[in-house]
């Protein structure tokens, strides 16, 4: 068995290997979206092993930012696990920056516990709802809105770039991606909270929502301004498609031991993901 990093040009045999372990409309299922995601050494690579019979038998994907190679997208089949091929296609991504991780699932807990990784307080959804809303039930606010945003509209950042999403950056300098499918504002990063408030709501947005790690100290003036964790409000977390009472629970976790100043931001992981899905 070989390992190696993944180009474009083997996108057959990588959809066919996404296509056998990710359901149906997985974003990586689109040549499109694993370019946007892999194909770029600033921004993330695609770590495979591939078998005697030319496929594709597991595949690590990193993303990177804020100095670390996030890993997502971690697959090997069974056949070939006990085998060191995990390990090798670690230390392909190791080679670019440390190691972290968000929103592992329970098995990846299990790695990752068992490969004596650090992990920290679960990231923070924050959420706030129009205050001009009278009606705050689930079906009003969670629900499709028309908003005049095309003067707003950036694509001057990877984040923004991602296919299929609408990022928008505000007067005040705050960036955000518009989901009016569901009416809502998924802030990326926040100048001024009251100018990106007031315009937000001149818009017509009907809520909006900010994900970050624990330590962040922006927090505090979000909890003077009335936001509130997400699950004492009534927006979910899974929006594609929407799960009513899904809210965020997102594993932090690195390698090696992170300073304590590090905050995580919407765009290191896949966990930043919004409106990659096809409905």
Known sequence: MITREATIKDWGILQSFFKI???????LHSKEFW??????KNEGRSFICINEKGEIVGHVGANFGGGMAWIINVYLNEECRGKGVLGSLYALARDYYPLAATAA?????????????YRYHDLVRYV?????????????????????????INKDSHYFQQPMIKGIL??????????????G???VDIENLHQLEEQSWELGYLW???????????????????????????????????????FCDITFLSEEPLDREFIVHRSFSDHGRIGSLVI
Request: aromatic fraction near 12%.
């Open 170 to 183: 505000l007067k005040d300098g705050s960036r955000a991606v518009s989901q009016e499918n569901v009416g």
């Open 105 to 117: 699932n329970e098995a990846g807990l299990g790695l990752y516990k068992n490969m004596r990784w």
């Open 208 to 246: 909006m929502d900010y994900i970050t790690s624990w330590n962040d100290l922006k927090t505090k003036d979000l909890e003077k301004n009335g936001w509130v964790l997400d699950y004492k409000a009534i927006i979910p977390w899974r929006l594609n498609p929407v799960e009513e009472n899904r």
């Open 128 to 152: 706030k709802i129009n205050p001009n809303i009278k009606d705050k039930s689930f079906a009003n606010v969670c629900s499709p809105i028309r908003v005049s945003i095309d003067d707003f």
């Open 35 to 40: 370019n946007w995601q892999f194909g770029n």
């Open 185 to 187: 504002l998924r802030i």
């Open 21 to 27: 372990i990710y359901r149906d409309n997985h974003p």
